[in-house]
């Protein structure tokens, strides 16, 4: 079960790169499916890991590059392909947000102290993880059903789903925003307790 946890973790990594010529090129169905499939998977290892308790300090770390991995990967391609203030000044800001995090994190590593995930009455990381999935899922969505539009053949019901898919991927964004910016204070306000305990 450790082994396929880990696959999980791996798989993710490669399909974080897998969607880039996807789009690229453009193979839109592709590129939806395997962002699902590895979507899924994160959240399946976490589960798989703690059920049969296979947790390790590797799996945990791999698990953390792939889920950056796979969202920094896509927010860069939506951005490139959806170049409105909409969509990129929320995609700007959570990777500022992602990068900051970071350097805390290894500032206080530099100080030999871990910063933990701060405690609340529900899981904001995966709230936050979980909305920019849904977005960027939404997302890659639109681009499948809108390709035939390019053609000049769309039907009633593909005008539907792309009246949802843009405006649900364009709140489920915002709200990833937001969910990103209170963990980032939350993550602040940890640091600044790990701070004072050096300084005294």
């Not at 499916?33 to 590797?58: E, P």
């Not at 030999?112 to 899981?123: D, G, L, T």
């Amino acid at each position: 079960m450790k082994r396929f946890v880990n696959f999980l973790s791996i798989f993710r990594i490669i399909a974080a790169f897998a969607v880039i010529p996807c789009l690229m090129f453009p193979m839109y169905w592709t590129a939806f499916i395997l962002f699902v499939l590895a979507a899924l998977s994160d959240f399946a290892d976490g589960f798989l890991a703690r059920k049969y308790n296979v947790c390790t300090k590797i799996g945990g770390v791999m698990d953390h590059i792939g889920d950056k991995l796979l969202v920094v990967n896509a927010f860069i391609m939506l951005a490139i392909m959806m170049p409105v203030w909409f969509i990129v000044i929320p995609i700007i800001l959570m990777i500022a947000r992602e990068l900051y995090i970071s350097g805390l994190r290894e500032f206080l590593g530099t100080q030999k102290i871990e910063m933990p995930v701060p405690h609340a009455r529900f899981s904001l990381g995966k709230v936050k993880t979980a909305l920019q999935m849904l977005s960027i899922a939404m997302f890659f969505l639109l681009f499948t059903v809108s390709t035939p539009l390019a053609a000049g053949t769309i039907t009633r019901t593909q005008v539907i789903i792309m009246n949802i898919t843009s405006q649900g991927g364009i709140i489920a964004i915002w709200a990833a925003l937001a969910a990103s910016l209170l963990s980032a204070i939350m993550y602040t306000r940890t640091f600044a307790e790990k701070i004072k305990k050096i300084k005294k």
